[in-house]
């Protein structure tokens, strides 16, 4: 009996880890945002060449933007500043990031 | 020297104002077509481009030329994604320019990151 609650436990623990490595941290995202705002702080900033405003990423879906960073930094998305900045962002990184961003929806 | 006549030179004005103002209604976005042609974007992005589900991209206010880039790069298949390969390729140059236009009109919970960084 009191191996099984152990083992409970245990598992238990070890579920709630994982969800806790796997949520973003929207007040840790806050600092880790800073290098973003060289371009999407910007009102009005373009991409060159082509030429298309940077998106609006303030207030944008947490899954959409796990997704898209990820893209970014393996390469299947390609864009050579976003590829540079997705490699330098661990998954815990990416987590939080997307979960201040979506925190800012107006 | 033969002197251009009046009516000629009227005639050649009048055709190139015109080819010029349909060159303009093509390169921009009609709001009115662009939001019938939104339909099958709805299902995903919300009715109102505020997709509920977090794994899609909320679409209301975002840049029109953001969006015109997005679907003309799953049109070419630069930007990879099973979905929006199939509905982006359905669409004309005109069809993106129309969507991306009716997107960008509405209202908006989107910003930029101005003044939400730290020490601001």
Do not use: W
């Amino acid at each position: 009996m009191s191996r099984t609650l152990l083992l409970a436990t245990l598992l238990a623990t070890a579920a709630f880890a994982g969800s806790a490595a796997a949520a973003g941290n929207a007040e840790a995202g806050r600092t880790k945002v800073y290098t973003c705002g060289g371009c999407h702080g910007v009102t009005g900033y373009k991409n060159a060449y082509p030429n298309y405003h940077v998106p609006r990423i303030a207030g944008q879906n947490a899954d959409y933007l796990i997704a898209a960073l990820k893209a970014y930094k393996t390469g299947d998305r390609e864009h050579p500043t976003m590829r540079a900045q997705g490699e330098s962002l661990s998954e815990q990184d990416i987590q939080d990031i997307a979960a201040y961003l979506s925190s800012l929806a107006q | 020297m033969q002197t251009m006549r009046p009516i000629r030179t009227l005639q050649i004005l009048g055709l190139i104002a015109a080819l010029a103002c349909s060159a303009a209604a093509a390169a921009s976005g009609n709001l009115e077509a662009g939001k019938q042609k939104s339909t099958p974007c709805q299902a995903c992005h919300g009715a109102d481009g505020n997709a509920t589900d977090p794994q899609y991209p909320r679409l209301a206010g975002q840049y029109r030329d953001y969006l015109e880039q997005a679907l003309k790069e799953y049109k070419s298949g630069k930007r990879k994604n099973a979905i929006m390969a199939g509905f982006a390729g359905s669409l004309s140059d005109q069809d993106v320019l129309d969507v991306a236009a009716y997107f960008s009109s509405l209202p908006s919970k989107l910003g930029d990151l101005h003044g939400h960084l730290q020490g601001q």
